[in-house]
């Protein structure tokens, strides 16, 4: 049997994607009467672009032997569960520390460092839907779905398995 939840991205990603895009359009505009510029800002502007598609959560699958995230434009990450050492629901604070990553543009994905989970790379839409992934290797992952409850206690329950 296998669990798929949908990422759910709060209004706060949603509002700040939309405005950067418009804000891409916008200074695209701005900039027609000057070629270098326009080059150069459409250059900037592609890449952002594409590394947040490239990061962007759509959701979270949990099969027998892995959770498995899906991304917009990459390929999946899976984890394993022979690799896991424990997975709990989280909240990520507000206040922590984005190292690299997104912070509202096309969901939170990055590394991250927070004083309560320490350093993790993020991959999820809402901090209020999160799940805290411990590899053995030390390794952190906060992913994030529709239900994180119901994701939690199937994953633990195929982990004791």
């Known amino acids: 049997m296998i669990m798929k939840q949908k990422v759910k991205f709060n209004t706060y990603s949603r509002i700040v994607t939309i405005g950067v895009l418009v804000l891409f359009v916008v200074g695209a505009f701005s900039l027609l009467d000057n070629p270098h510029d326009l080059l150069l800002f459409g250059v900037i502007m592609g890449i952002t672009t ?56 096309f969901g939170y994905w990055g590394y991250f460092s927070d004083i309560m989970i320490g350093s993790y790379f993020g991959y999820y839409g809402s901090r209020n839907q999160c799940i805290l992934v411990r590899l053995k290797n030390g390794r952190q992952y906060v992913i994030g779905c529709e239900n994180a409850v119901r994701m939690v206690d199937y994953v633990q329950g195929k982990m004791d398995k």
């Open 50 to 105: 594409i590394f947040g598609l490239y990061y962007c959560p759509v959701s979270l699958e949990a099969d027998d032997s892995a959770i498995t995230i899906h991304r917009l434009l990459s390929r999946r990450k899976r984890l394993m569960y022979s690799e896991i050492q424990s997975v709990d629901t989280c909240y990520p604070s507000a206040g922590g520390l984005r190292l690299c990553g997104s912070g509202g543009f």
